[in-house]
């Protein structure tokens, strides 16, 4: 059984403009932006405007636009943060490790022989986040 879609969850508050956020890339249909407990340097979530809970009751539609924003967004962090690789995650559900149920997708750069930090709930400083957004922001120019 699908779990409706709860409007209060921390990604809708940041898409009506109620939570702050370091906006990195934004278009018609979606919305990245700075991962502020990131897991690596220029840790970027890219989510869709349209209310879907994960990829289990989003419109194919608004899957497609969202798999195009994160090939866009994979492309510059990969640039922008001078990675040699680059992981996609997006998990589904609490048994699938969601934790926010706004469908989300994770683009994280990666370095050879470098792991993905632990997720220990610590937040980044706000002008670290901007100063990798910034430099994914220049690649995207």
């Known amino acids: 059984m699908t779990q409706a879609y709860d ?12 939570l702050p956020c370091e ?16 897991r690596a340097d220029g840790h970027v979530l890219v989510i869709p405007k349209a209310p879907a809970r994960n990829i289990l ?5 608004d899957l497609s636009r969202l798999a195009v924003s994160v090939q866009k967004l994979a492309k510059a962090v990969k640039a922008g943060m001078g ?9 589904n559900e609490s048994a699938g490790g969601q934790v926010v149920f706004h469908i989300h997708v994770h683009v994280l750069p990666r370095w050879e022989g470098v792991a993905l930090r632990p997720h220990t709930g ?20």
């Open 7 to 18: 409007p209060s969850n921390v990604f809708a508050k940041i898409l009506r403009g109620e």
């Open 23 to 38: 906006k990195v890339y934004e278009d018609e249909h979606t919305l990245a932006l700075m991962d502020i407990m990131p």
């Open 57 to 61: 009751d989003i419109a194919p539609e």
């Open 83 to 91: 990675a040699d690789g680059i992981t996609v995650q997006q998990f």
């Open 122 to 141: 610590a937040m980044e400083k706000p002008e670290v986040l901007k100063a990798h957004a910034d430099r994914i922001r220049a690649a995207l120019a």
